[in-house]
């Protein structure tokens, strides 16, 4: 049946992929397929779009949808799903305590969806156990900027990477991970031969392959380097003395932490002293530098302190907040900064505020009008599964997320999740190896049924419009928290009738008692209309009332976040290498492939995209090949303790001798022996209880049948 004229408009949308944030033109023809193309408006692509992206309209059929809410296996009203959820989160507050119950979230969701779980659970519950799965990707960024200025905020913004003269990208393989922004970097390069490129990564990338100079470090080395670089800069006398007398504290203790010399930068790094000496002098002379990082840097035991190894040099020689000038943190979700924003993490409150300071607890909970508010920091993604299997919890709700093949120790958290009295999975899908677990599936909207609005990585907000009809009775996540808050007694504060009036409360808190006090401010938006609401354009924070949108860069004349307004160098130290070469001889490290997304249930549905990568594999070099007897495209074991994967393997110079490289994205709906995750214990970043997922410790063999 063909669609009706007026159903095949073209909707302004965002990608519900990366952190870049591109804008999406979606029109939907009469047949009933999907035509996707790059905004050229959006600030973000200017039209661009990475394969994913392009891809998206063949993501979006129905086969395997959940479409109706589900009791025990059997189909069930939205009336009696969500009661029965509402009554059982009840009982066990009203049982256990509010720490008995909590939510695991996702930078998938809208900021919308973020806002509502944790103001029902801080505000309403009274515990602050929700956190999100954007603690896999960027907690430790969140922990740096906050030591370092007092709050988290970006300082920069896209257009300083066609702007520097030098771009640092430090364990971001940017050309697969974040592919519009690599190509606006190749584009600027290529206008600009004279613009140098720096890849720290431990492994040959396709982003190293275009790279000035690739520094393949070993793992964890990049506290040295930076630590290593901090001390040069001082000798080299480039120390930007007055932006450090003017905006800035500790650096004395910064520098006495940092005093290594090269020689034991290269013995911690792997690196050449010709390597560190090119790196160093490179970074010393060149003014306009922008070091960009990701989950290299972020996904480690020691991922908070070399995100202030970054900063720290930044800071140091006041190379921050303008043109082309700053530390950078890229994240891996569509709405990781959204979440953050909404206070979806377990040590945050909304609008960046507090969780531990007692004003910031006494203005969120007048403004909710809320009966108790989260007076502690709540569990963390991995504790809180952790607090699963130990039958702390006793109601969990899992929104937009796989967390039995997305978490480390996987297989224990499969088996904490099916041991829970009560689990709650809202999601698109039937069947995912966590919604196998539930006892109450509830339907959820998603992209492209669903409206809201999303942030990307530079701080800039931009809708996600609906151009699709809701299929079956599947609804928006807002709206399922909001139905069970009000069951739950709470009607008053949860009656929003649309994504706008939620958005409106956002804006409306971000601005109460602020003047500047806090980073985060978008009171402009406040008292929005629908109508605007529907037309917002993007727009970067902050947005405070009667100004224009936004501040493209912050700090270059100070005014951080702290109580004195200064920014705090943090005093880090190498810890030393830390890799025993005993056995289990290998290091693990697992990451993206170009055109696959988290577990696949999106991209797993496209051919074109599944035909770039095939399989999983396991990255290895010859001479580790040869010992082992592995021979190329043969299927090996990657082993850690009882857990074991089967992978295909791939050899090549690309991955350093004693190393690994795995893809994360192949579970059990498509590879059940390739759950990488399963194989990598849950070590936490002490900091930022950002989990070392590249961080595993395995042995390698050659599989053969009976082996097992
Ligand atoms: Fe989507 Fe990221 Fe690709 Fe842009 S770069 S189209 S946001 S996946």
Known sequence: MKLAPSDCRTVKTTCPYCGVGCGILARRNEEGTVTISGDPTHPANFGRLCSKGVALGETLDLEGRLLTPEVNGASATWDE???????????????????????????????EDYYVANKLMKGFIGSANIDTNSRLCMASSVAGHRRAFGSDTVPGCYEDLELADLIVLVGSNLAWCHPVLYQRIVAAKAARPEMKIVVVDPRRTVTADTADLHLAIDPDGDVALFCGLLSHLKNAGVLDEAYIANHTEGLDAALAAADIGPEQV?????????????????????????????QGVNQSVCGTDKVNAIIN???ATGRIGRPGMGPFSITGQPNAMGGREAGGLANMLACHMDLERDDHRSLVRDFWQSPVIADRAGLKAVELFQAVADGRIKALWIMATN?????????????????????VVSDLLAETDTAR????????TGWGEKDGTVTNSERRISRQRAFLPAPGEAKPDWWQMGQVAQLMGHHEAFDYPDPASIFREVAALSAQDNAGARDFDIGDCADMTLHD???????QWPRPKDTAPGDARFFAKGGFFTANRKARFVPVAPAGREISEASPQFRLNSGRVRDHWHTMTRTGKSARLSAHTAEPFAEIHPDDASR????????????????????????????KAGRLFVPMHWNGLFASAA???ALIPPVMDPHSGQPALKSGRVAIRPFKVGLF
Not at 633 to 638: D, F, G, K, L, Q
């Open 81 to 111: 799903a969500l009661s029965l959820v509402a009554e059982r989160f009840s009982a066990a507050v009203a049982e256990h305590g509010p720490e008995s119950v909590a939510f695991y979230v996702s930078g998938q969701l809208l900021t």
């Open 628 to 655: 082992l007897g592995i021979t190329e495209a043969s299927i090996v074991e990657v082993i850690s303790g009882d857990h074991k994967a089967r992978l295909r393997a791939l050899i090549t110079r690309r991955q």
């Open 675 to 677: 759950r990488i995750n």
């Open 533 to 539: 609401y529907e037309r917002l354009e993007p727009f």
């Open 403 to 423: 967390p039995v093949d997305s978490l480390p120790d996987a297989d224990g958290v499969q088996a904490a999740i099916a041991s829970c009295p009560f689990v």
């Open 313 to 315: 040099c930044h800071l």
């Open 266 to 294: 290269a013995s911690q790094t792997g690196l050449t002293l010709d390597e560190i000496e090119r790196f160093y002098s490179l970074f010393a002379a060149t003014e306009k530098t922008v070091t960009l990082y990701s």
């Open 437 to 444: 677990h539930a006892h109450v599936k509830l339907p959820s």
